[in-house]
């Protein structure tokens, strides 16, 4: 069993910056694939980025390529994830997950964290 609290959103202009966290509990945090989804009002959740258990693996959603940073700390058992360049369109409910395999999509991690709102202003 793994519990996820994610850290850090919060209302930032456009062009700013967030840093995402979501700790982890467990022994076994390196053994997890760990990914980041967010969910806008009206719409379904979207892949983000995701980061293989030993960190040398990421995939990252076109959208926010380039601007968003996905890394981990297994020794804090802790995920991060950091965005620049914020748009209003990164607006969203943003969840931390975590599966035993890297994979960009959804029902493919068991583990989710209750989220934390991102607000872009323009």
């Known amino acids: 069993q793994v519990q996820l609290v994610e850290s850090g959103g919060g209302l930032v202009q456009a062009g700013g910056s967030l840093r995402l966290s979501c700790a982890a509990s467990?022994?076994?945090?390196?053994?997890?694939?760990m990914g980041w989804f967010r969910q806008a009002p009206g719409k379904e959740r979207e892949f983000v980025a995701a980061?293989?258990?030993?960190?040398?693996?990421?995939y990252y959603a076109d959208s926010v390529k380039g601007r968003f940073s996905i890394s981990r700390d297994n020794a804090k058992n802790t995920v991060y994830l950091q965005m620049n360049s914020l748009k209003p369109e990164d607006t969203a409910v943003y969840y931390c997950s975590a599966g035993p395999v890297i994979r960009t999509t959804a029902r493919t991690y068991n583990y989710w964290g209750q989220g934390t709102q991102v607000t872009v202003s323009s």
């Open positions: 980061i293989s258990g030993s960190g040398g693996i990421t």
């Open positions: 467990g022994r076994t945090f390196s053994s997890y694939a």
